[in-house]
């Protein structure tokens, strides 16, 4: 797989339950971020986890982190019908010219109904 | 919140022909970046720049590309003659500072005919 593949790819649920999408990375990373995406929109940064941390929370999201399995989760509680979009992770490279280039996942795509 | 400004917001333009996408970074940003997303694929960074120079770029980024930051406000992509496959959905963003997520412009989608 590429550096930052999520999974699902799809992943549709009813509103109120939570909604978890996972995303593996190859390199070593400085830090992870995860970003939202309406449809045909910009993308909307919801988080990042740097390399040091292995759980952040913002609001209903909460991001975990493992180095060891390069592998990060995004969990979304309480989902509401507005979260509906994609939602993708990306990873900042270490060992890298550090210029900040972030390499995106395929993102999941999330359909929560009402 | 401060915004990361695109225009235009979508742009037509015939094959061979040139194109600049303007951005308008955040003002007290001090990287910034174009970056792709071909429709239903993965965004793709194009290039990152920062004090006046471009700090790296990616294999899409061939001669057909520049960028330029003519007046430390605009931050500019230029494609000198456009490919049917350049079609895509063309992202500015810019950081205050590497370790911090980004700020995305709204884009701007190109169709090239």
């Known amino acids: 797989s590429q550096q930052g593949e999520e999974d699902p790819q799809a992943l549709s649920i009813q509103e109120g339950e939570n909604a978890t999408m996972n995303c593996s990375y190859k390199?070593?990373?400085?830090?992870l971020q995860w970003y939202r995406q309406n449809s045909g929109r910009g993308l909307v940064h919801l988080i990042l986890?740097?390399?040091?941390?292995r759980e952040k929370h913002s609001g209903r999201l909460r991001v975990t982190l493992d180095t060891s399995k390069k592998s990060s989760s995004l969990l979304i509680t309480a989902s509401r019908a507005a979260d509906t979009a994609s939602y993708f992770c990306a990873t900042d490279g270490r060992g890298s010219s550090n210029t900040g280039k972030l390499i995106f996942g395929q993102g999941t795509t999330l359909q929560v109904k009402p | 919140e401060p915004e990361v400004t695109q225009t235009p917001s979508h742009q037509v333009t015939q094959m061979g022909q040139e194109v600049i996408l303007r951005c308008v970074p955040i003002s007290n940003h001090l990287y910034f970046y174009w970056y792709r997303q071909i429709l239903g694929q993965k965004v793709e960074f194009l290039v990152s720049?920062?004090?006046?120079?471009?700090?790296?770029k990616s294999e899409i980024f061939d001669d057909q590309f520049s960028v330029e930051r003519p007046d430390g406000s605009n931050f500019t992509l230029k494609i000198r003659s456009t490919k049917l496959e350049d079609s895509a959905m063309y992202f500015c963003a810019s950081i205050s500072g590497t370790a911090y997520g980004y700020t995305f412009g709204s884009g701007t989608r190109l169709t090239v005919v």
């Open positions: 720049f920062y004090n006046n120079e471009i700090s790296e």
């Open positions: 390199t070593s990373i400085n830090n």
């Open positions: 986890i740097r390399s040091n941390e």
